[in-house]
């Protein structure tokens, strides 16, 4: 059986949810075995419902949904409709997010995320294990008056992934859910991130590798080295403003290259923000180049014990649905020749 390998399709892109929903079919077609969908400033469960109508056979997941934008009644709803819908493919893939509409209203997830995602996972496993009627005992985070689906799930529970970067996130994954995404990480880094969720599932008396590992890896396909490194390079002083990514990578020794990318954007300089990110720190948390660059970096990616590599596309300033399907046909798991 090949080896699973997963593509990210993202409305960042700017591609409406139709397109994307062809691109997964493609995707599907070319013999990747798994969609991630991501949610910045849009609603990642119509998506998702997309892209069920669209395929098959291939796996659906939420890379991620945002617990601060839906109480977890309404993620329940939502999860329990596309995993209908898709025939039992869907993969409910949470975090606390970085793009909210009212900061208020998620202070608490914000400041004690780690208690608010367990509750919220309980909450969510407590109504497909419950149906016909649940009722939650004293959440703290999320009120919730007894509840009940208007049809039984086709599957109880559906799969659960969440989030995780830092050392307290990870553990909590090992502890509660059936899978991870590690976040932006350098591939040296990835295997002792790993051990810390499989030794967390070991001291819940589960089987780690019960726990599956995906991970988002940016890759720009470019047969000019220069335009594909730099393509990865202007896709990441963005993720270097949000909190949680700021931590994690200043943690492991960018905290100087944070504060610089930080100081350029608040500036409004976004030039010098590219800039100030190093070329070391690219080549480290990403795969870009020619066809068999970008394999070799995958590779190596699946080697430091990633069970679900996910191609994440990035462009290099070309057109981002063609650069998309140029991703799916060169580096699907159908193609084997040689370039």
């Given amino acids: 059986m090949p080896d699973a390998l997963g593509l990210a399709l993202s409305s960042l892109t700017g591609l409406a949810p139709s397109r994307l929903a062809r691109l997964a079919l493609r995707a599907e077609r070319r013999g990747f075995t798994d969609v991630a969908l991501t949610e910045s400033y849009n609603d990642v469960m119509p998506l998702a419902a ?9 796996g659906i997941a939420t890379a991620i949904a945002n617990v601060g934008f839906r109480h977890p009644v309404l993620m329940a709803m939502g999860a329990t409709a596309v995993d209908e819908l898709s025939g039992g493919r869907f993969l409910l893939g949470l975090g606390v997010g970085t793009q909210w509409f ?35 005992d004293a959440p703290a985070f999320f009120r919730m008056d007894e509840f009940k689906l208007d049809f039984t799930p086709r599957r109880a529970p559906i799969p659960i992934f969440l989030a995780v970067m830092g050392p307290g996130m990870r553990r909590l994954g090992g502890r509660v859910a059936d899978g991870v995404f590690l976040g932006l990480t350098p591939v040296e880094e990835v295997p002792a991130m790993i051990d810390d969720v499989r030794a967390a599932a070991a ?11 995906a991970m988002q890896v940016r890759t720009c396909l470019e047969d000019d080295p220069c ?10 002083p963005m993720y270097f403003g949000f909190p949680g990514y700021a931590r994690h990578l200043s943690a492991l020794g960018y905290g100087r290259v944070i504060d610089e990318v930080q100081a350029a954007q608040s500036r409004g300089d976004h030039a010098a923000a590219v800039a100030a990110v190093p070329d070391e720190l690219v080549d480290r948390v990403s795969v870009w180049g020619t066809a068999s660059q970008c394999r070799a970096g995958l ?41």
Avoid: N
């Fill in 50 to 58: 997309a892209v069920a109508a669209a395929t098959r056979s291939v």
């Fill in 102 to 136: 009212d900061h208020r209203a998620v202070a608490d997830i914000e400041r004690r995320p780690i208690a608010a995602l367990t509750e919220y996972v309980a909450i969510l496993r407590g109504i497909w294990a419950s149906p016909a009627g649940y009722r939650a």
């Fill in 227 to 236: 335009r594909a490194r730099d393509g990865i390079r202007a896709s990441l």
């Fill in 203 to 213: 001291g819940t008396g589960r089987d780690p590798r019960a726990v599956t590992i």
């Fill in 299 to 339: 590779a190596r990616f699946r080697a430091a014990g990633v069970d679900l590599p996910i191609v994440s596309p990035r462009t290099a300033g070309r057109d981002w649905e063609r650069t998309i399907e140029r991703t799916i046909d060169v580096l699907a798991p159908s193609v084997s020749y040689a370039e």
